[in-house]
């Protein structure tokens, strides 16, 4: 079995302006995001090592989380991870060589018994430019229920 790696944790948060919450961000972290686009922005925490991502949605309730994850170091680390999730009776979904959050990653995904959205994922390209494609899935997918 691949060993696992996990590089840092990843939350994502809904917000409703992603200006406003980088601002407010800026000053928590005290560091400039890694990545800000139309309704999206990502900082890349070293201390704590965090992976935290914005998402605009406009009418984000208090506390909107968004999903949760595991940022690894390559793909075969994602389907390592994804093999023990299945093994252990959990529901999966699978994406592959996707265009998210202005990056191209593989990444698997399941949800806890709240509905939670969990991802494993390898960024294999960051930084892409800004287009609508690029940033289609940065919010969590609709809920993967847990397998019974």
């Known amino acids: 079995m691949t060993e696992v790696r996990v590089l840092k ?4 948060l809904n917000v409703r302006s992603v200006e406003a919450s980088v601002e407010f961000y800026r000053k928590m972290f005290g560091i400039e ?3 800000v686009r139309k309704g999206y922005a990502k900082f890349d925490v070293a201390n704590p090592p965090l ?3 914005l998402n605009e949605t406009g009418e984000a309730p208090r506390g909107a989380l968004s999903h949760l994850g ?3 170091a390559t793909s075969d680390e994602v389907t390592a991870v994804r093999n023990r999730w299945r093994e252990a009776g959990l529901l999966t979904r699978e994406e ?6 202005f990056a191209v990653q593989d990444k698997a995904w399941v949800a806890d018994p709240d509905g939670n959205a969990w991802e494993v994922f390898v960024v294999l390209q960051d930084n892409l430019p800004e287009r609508a494609e690029a940033a289609s899935c940065c919010a969590a997918p609709e809920p993967v229920q847990l397998a019974r």
């Open 9 to 12: 944790p990843h939350v994502s």
């Open 33 to 35: 995001p890694a990545k």
């Open 51 to 53: 992976n935290f991502a």
């Open 70 to 72: 595991l940022q690894v």
């Open 96 to 101: 592959t060589q996707t265009t998210c959050c």
